[in-house]
Nanobody, 119 residues
């Protein structure tokens, strides 16, 4: 079975920093694209950051503040968050996906970790 587990979410003050971790098991980690997504109450889930091989992509709202990285020897993916803002408050989800054929993919999600940014 595939297991994806996020950790590191907590209450932080505006301007603070936080590091989220995602551990993956049950799949060939290096073959999968990894990403972080978030969802706040009453809002749509949005992509925050993705890492595909050595390439990274970020949502405009977090670019320059968040950094995604992965360690294929440990089956881990990380999200370094700096200068956190109240609007960053959300449940953060770790996602693994791989394209099987054009137009279809194999994807897996973690259960999420809560990040709250408040004074």
């Amino acid at each position: 079975q595939v297991h994806i587990v996020e950790s590191g979410g907590k209450l932080v003050h505006p301007g603070g920093s936080l590091r989220l971790s995602c551990g993956v098991s049950g799949l060939s980690f290096s073959d999968f694209r990894m990403g972080w997504h978030r969802q706040a109450p009453g809002k749509l889930r949005e992509m925050v950051a993705r890492i595909i091989d050595t390439r990274t992509n970020y949502a405009p709202s977090v670019r320059g503040r968040f950094t995604i990285s992965r360690d294929n020897t440990k089956n881990m993916v990380y999200l370094e968050m700096k200068n956190l803002k109240p609007e960053d408050t959300a449940v953060y989800y770790c996602k693994a996906d791989k394209e099987l054929m054009p137009g279809t993919e194999d994807d897996y999600w973690g259960q999420g970790t809560q990040v709250t940014v408040s004074s």
